[in-house]
């Protein structure tokens, strides 16, 4: 029976995605956000969901069956305030999903504090190439980005396969439990345990906590496939009721990774099935983090039942996620790359992948502290150190800091007084109109500039490649 459902904050990644699924089971979708920004934006527009900005209770007139309240979304949001005392039916993006999409399916569920949104790609385009041979290996899935292969972040099927980013942030203003305690997985991947989302997680103690029990939730003929080089994670995985399948470096891992190359952009690698030779990969990305995605990926998979030849194969084929190392724009022999930062040791391997793609180039890192755990002091020596691997380093203001304890802000002046310190060509600029105009007369040609925002920077995206156009066109 199709329902009128309307998402207050449709414009996150999971909550747009989740609207186009409703849509392809045909509900009639409606939104609402604050505000829009790419790629979520184009995703929406392409799906001719309409989206009311800025928030109104009039969005919701005529009453929608049902509204899923995006975890962003707190008491005192016009919208959220309007379905509590109409007493709308509403529930969260999670207890949605599990209840219209997992039932009688097969939960594959990607999780961790890094490269989960890169892996669930990976994983499902290594199911969609084997079902080209196996059609029952056609993926469902939901992404916490673009997919490139996909061009979208959602796919719903007939079949049982159904992929999962397993988010650890809270599901709900009523429900502060993470988004992946409702998923349920039958198999699992976990790539690392770090301390992150300082807004909602007092300390690595309570983040390991909220991992050890996704671990519990795999049933005994389950598998969970876990990084080796973590030691957060092996305390994680430490008392599975399932089978545990160790990926990375370490010699004695199940999936072990050996002798790991660049080349031209591409990685190229052997793996290692308990000791016995089992197969070389080929991406073509860089970057030791997009081998170890890769592997991971590679591991559930192949512990599924899918084919030796069909992994190979997606992978050598995969094109990468929307804001994850995507180059945004080539101008007057200045690449621009565009990297969803929002942990430190995130920046970190995105600047060694780009020291590895662009042997020679000068680096640029322009971050904005965007995210709840950037934007507070837990990682600022973490976060000096990992930006250390650019040549030039240009921080942004604080995003919303006043809305950050006073006690508890990330002080940028420290941060770039620290960067100077240790020998590196740093500052800091209010925002993006100020960033373009002080970088762009210094950027020369071979350069290299990362973006390291989650969010829409105001434009930077967008602005710097037409400053540097105006610039070639004056030269000329």
């Known amino acids: 029976m199709q329902k009128h459902i309307h998402l207050i904050g449709i414009c996150g990644t999971a909550m747009a995605s989740l609207a186009g699924l409703l849509q392809l089971k045909g509900h009639r979708v409606t939104g609402s956000d604050q505000a829009a920004y790419p790629p979520m934006s184009d995703l929406l527009r392409k799906l001719k969901i309409p989206v009311a900005q800025p928030f109104s209770a009039e969005n919701l007139t005529p009453h929608p069956d049902l509204v899923i309240v995006g975890n962003a979304m707190s008491r005192g949001n016009v919208e959220l305030e309007y379905v509590l005392d109409q007493r709308i039916p509403f529930t969260s993006l999670a207890e949605l999903i599990h209840a ?126 876990a990084f080796d080089g973590s030691a957060n994670v092996s305390e994680c995985v430490s008392k599975a009721f399932c089978a545990v399948e160790r990926y990375g470096f370490a010699p004695e891992s199940d999936w072990h990774i050996d002798d790991l190359r660049f080349r031209d952009g591409r990685s190229i690698w052997k793996i290692l099935r308990k000791g016995d030779s089992w197969a070389e990969l080929e991406l073509p990305m860089a970057g030791e983090h997009n081998a170890l995605n890769a592997t991971a990926a590679a591991a559930l998979a192949a512990g599924q039942g899918v084919e030796d030849a069909a992994i190979a194969e997606a992978l050598a084929t995969f094109e990468s996620v929307k804001r994850r190392l995507e180059v945004r724009a080539v101008v007057d022999g200045v690449t621009i790359i565009d990297d969803f930062a929002h942990h430190p040791t995130a920046i970190r391997e995105t600047l060694k992948a780009l020291r590895g793609a662009y042997p020679g180039a000068r680096l640029w890192a322009v971050l904005e502290p965007r995210s709840n755990t950037l934007r507070r002091n837990v990682f600022e020596r973490e976060l000096i150190d990992s930006l250390s691997l650019a040549d030039w380093i240009v921080l942004a203001g604080v995003y919303k800091l006043e809305s950050i304890p006073e006690s508890e802000r990330l002080q940028p002046e420290a941060l770039v007084e620290g960067l100077k310190q240790a020998g590196k060509d740093a500052a800091l600029l209010p925002n993006a109109d100020a960033i373009v105009e002080a970088i762009a007369p210094e950027l020369g040609a071979g350069d290299v500039v990362a973006i390291l925002s989650n969010g829409g920077f105001d434009g930077i995206y967008e602005k710097l490649p037409q400053r540097l156009e105006q610039r070639a066109l004056v030269r000329s």
Not at 133 to 148: C, D, N, Q, T, Y
Not at 177 to 196: Q, S
């Open 100 to 225: 219209e999409f997992l039932t009688g399916r097969e939960s594959l569920v990607i999780a961790g504090t890094h490269g989960k949104t890169t892996t669930t790609s990976m994983l499902a385009w290594i199911y969609e190439v084997a079902s080209r041979k196996h059609r029952e290996l056609a993926p469902s899935f939901l992404i916490g980005g673009v997919a490139e292969n996909f061009k979208t972040s959602f796919q719903l099927r007939e079949t049982r396969p159904f992929i999962l980013e397993g988010d650890e942030y809270d599901t709900a203003f009523f429900d502060k439990g993470p988004k992946f305690m409702h998923y349920f997985p039958d198999a699992l991947i976990l790539t690392h345990v770090e301390f992150d989302h300082a807004d909602i997680y007092r300390d690595l103690d309570q983040v390991k906590t909220a991992f050890k029990r996704l671990v519990n939730l795999v049933p005994q003929r389950g598998r969970v496939v």
